[in-house]
């Protein structure tokens, strides 16, 4: 197996060209684009734009310790891990992040926390780490896994629709004939507009009113969503990049009236969705709703001749298991499986500590100067 590439700063000619390579290349995730490295910047994060080696880009991020020095580093859903990593048996993937860990601790960087989307069927990737020193981690983003409809080159809708439950179509078809509206924000990918209707309204208030449905859902089932103007700035910027679709289910008798919204990421070969909510009560007066804006979701992959349509995840800490009779997401696991999808188990976040006095001091010290803050 071949020594890894010592990893370097992009050049401006690779940074030009950052996020056609770290996001809409297969593997890619949104998290890795220079629009998410510029929200993090502003809040008090330190982007670093690294190559690996010629073709593979990591963007990490930086937190520095206060008083003492030095610094821990993420790299959000990376480093990118493309489909010949797999084939490779994932132990190069693992051993450019481990090439990538060598580098920083150069900088000053205490510790390093991937959670690169690896499949943990490759067993080697989450095996290689290990003896490289990393070791698990508790998940970063909400979910490690997700739930996955696979769109095959050539698929169509006719094809995709026919492995739903029956009950899942009929959802459909009973908001079809209500006339719901789907409004599509969107500054890229297919034009649909046999799906889709023209937005009403501006970007932000659309946004606005998703955010407060969210806020509503999130009371409903017990998360907490905020800070509600981060969230809302990150998800303006990447509208305008064309890395995020936001559709908006209208009463077809108020079309001022929001029954529903669904957030999605473009990147690699999929769309990825990220957030639903609807107002108390549509699923008793306007029972498919949801089924509706993830259909139009499926039909807009199909279209943008994506690989994966990727419903979320449904899983929990501590343990991330997927979801059995009894678990609060038991309900959402069943409703996104009834779409045809199954569950993708993900290796999962890892880190590696390579300075662990500076590491633990440096904890403290950041708690020490929350505190202070508040």
């Given at each position: 197996m071949t020594a890894p590439s010592r990893p370097r700063e992009a050049t401006e000619q690779e940074l030009a060209d950052w996020d056609h390579r770290a996001v809409r290349s297969p593997g890619g995730h949104v998290y890795q684009s220079t629009v998410w490295a510029a929200q993090r910047g502003r809040l008090g994060w330190q982007p670093r734009f690294v190559m690996l080696d010629d073709e593979h880009p990591a963007l990490v991020l930086l937190r520095s310790f206060p008083i003492v020095g030095g610094s821990s580093a993420y790299v959000p859903r990376g480093p990118i891990v493309d489909g010949?990593?797999?084939?490779?048996?994932?132990?190069?993937?693992?051993?450019?992040?481990?090439?990538?860990?060598?580098?920083?601790?150069?900088?000053?960087?205490?510790?390093?926390?991937?959670?690169?989307?690896?499949?943990?069927?490759?067993?080697?990737?989450?095996?290689?780490l290990r003896r490289l020193g990393f070791h698990p981690i508790a998940e970063i983003q909400p979910s490690r896994h997700r739930v996955s409809v696979s769109l095959a080159e050539g698929t169509d809708d006719e094809a995709v629709r026919a492995t739903f439950t029956k009950s899942t179509r009929q959802r459909i078809a009973g908001a079809e004939r209500d006339g719901v509206v789907i409004e599509r924000y969107d500054t890229g990918g297919a034009v649909a507009h046999d799906l889709f209707e023209r937005p009403s309204g501006t970007p932000r208030d659309a946004f606005e009113a998703f955010a407060t449905l969210l806020e509503g859902t999130g009371e409903r089932r017990g998360f907490r969503f905020g800070p509600r103007d981060v969230f809302i700035d990150w998800w303006l910027a990447a509208l305008e990049a064309g890395m995020l679709v936001y559709l908006d289910a209208r009463d077809p008798n108020d079309r001022s009236r929001s029954l529903g919204g669904l957030i999605l990421y473009r990147h690699g070969t999929r769309l990825s969705t990220v957030h639903s909510a609807d107002p108390p009560g549509v699923r008793e007066t306007h029972p498919g709703v949801m089924h509706l804006l993830r259909w139009r979701a499926i039909q807009l992959a199909i279209r943008e001749g994506c690989d994966e349509m990727d419903l979320g995840g449904v899983d929990t800490g501590p343990d991330h298991a997927e979801p059995g009779e009894g678990h609060p997401m038991a309900g959402l696991y069943e409703h996104k499986r009834s779409f045809g999808a199954r569950w993708l188990a993900m290796t999962g976040a890892h880190e590696r500590v390579m300075r662990p006095s500076r590491y633990s001091i440096g904890r403290v010290a950041a708690r020490l100067d929350r505190a202070i803050s508040r």
């Amino acid at each position: 197996m071949t020594a890894p590439s010592r990893p370097r700063e992009a050049t401006e000619q690779e940074l030009a060209d950052w996020d056609h390579r770290a996001v809409r290349s297969p593997g890619g995730h949104v998290y890795q684009s220079t629009v998410w490295a510029a929200q993090r910047g502003r809040l008090g994060w330190q982007p670093r734009f690294v190559m690996l080696d010629d073709e593979h880009p990591a963007l990490v991020l930086l937190r520095s310790f206060p008083i003492v020095g030095g610094s821990s580093a993420y790299v959000p859903r990376g480093p990118i891990v493309d489909g010949g990593d797999v084939r490779d048996g994932g132990q190069v993937a693992a051993d450019r992040v481990n090439a990538l860990a060598n580098w920083l601790v150069e900088a000053g960087v205490a510790v390093v926390a991937t959670d690169a989307e690896v499949p943990a069927s490759d067993v080697a990737y989450g095996t290689r780490l290990r003896r490289l020193g990393f070791h698990p981690i508790a998940e970063i983003q909400p979910s490690r896994h997700r739930v996955s409809v696979s769109l095959a080159e050539g698929t169509d809708d006719e094809a995709v629709r026919a492995t739903f439950t029956k009950s899942t179509r009929q959802r459909i078809a009973g908001a079809e004939r209500d006339g719901v509206v789907i409004e599509r924000y969107d500054t890229g990918g297919a034009v649909a507009h046999d799906l889709f209707e023209r937005p009403s309204g501006t970007p932000r208030d659309a946004f606005e009113a998703f955010a407060t449905l969210l806020e509503g859902t999130g009371e409903r089932r017990g998360f907490r969503f905020g800070p509600r103007d981060v969230f809302i700035d990150w998800w303006l910027a990447a509208l305008e990049a064309g890395m995020l679709v936001y559709l908006d289910a209208r009463d077809p008798n108020d079309r001022s009236r929001s029954l529903g919204g669904l957030i999605l990421y473009r990147h690699g070969t999929r769309l990825s969705t990220v957030h639903s909510a609807d107002p108390p009560g549509v699923r008793e007066t306007h029972p498919g709703v949801m089924h509706l804006l993830r259909w139009r979701a499926i039909q807009l992959a199909i279209r943008e001749g994506c690989d994966e349509m990727d419903l979320g995840g449904v899983d929990t800490g501590p343990d991330h298991a997927e979801p059995g009779e009894g678990h609060p997401m038991a309900g959402l696991y069943e409703h996104k499986r009834s779409f045809g999808a199954r569950w993708l188990a993900m290796t999962g976040a890892h880190e590696r500590v390579m300075r662990p006095s500076r590491y633990s001091i440096g904890r403290v010290a950041a708690r020490l100067d929350r505190a202070i803050s508040r």
